[in-house]
């Protein structure tokens, strides 16, 4: 079982323990939790803020799929929870809430970590960082800024 879903964060932030006490059962003897945050320094620049944007139908497709991936790689009595912020995150802003929940800490540990990666390259996600100094830059790094790039470069 798995919960996906993408959040305007001025409405709803997000809650990690909200994300545990999804993948909670009585069978499940361990759960693993990623919470990512707004950091105040990327590539040698001071950063101030960082504005996600997603379109959240497409997003949370995407993380159904990766979450099915995971229960087909660790077994049906997985249980995931998924959260993507949406609009603009000041440092410390949770951006992404992910937790397993298993009856064995490796197969949590896991597949939270597969979660988080394979949103890290396929998810409909982009992100706008916003500098101390005034200026803004959309980061490189998501799959389909890659496949962009690669086209125009």
Known sequence: ??????????????????????????????GALFVGAVRNRNQGRDVLAISYDVFAPLAEQCFGEIC??????????????????????????????IAAGSPHRNEAFSACRYVIEQIKTRAPVWKQEHYTDGDSDWVQGHALCQHEEAAHG
């Not at 798995?2 to 059962?25: I, M, Y």
């Open 1 to 30: 079982m798995f919960h996906a879903e993408v959040r305007d964060v001025a409405q709803t932030p997000l809650d990690a323990a909200e994300a545990l006490g999804f993948v909670e059962a009585p069978g499940h003897g361990a």
């Open 68 to 97: 099915a991936e995971a229960e087909a790689k660790w077994g049906p009595d997985l249980r995931l929870f998924v959260a993507h912020a949406k609009g603009r995150l000041d440092v410390g802003g949770l951006s992404v809430v």
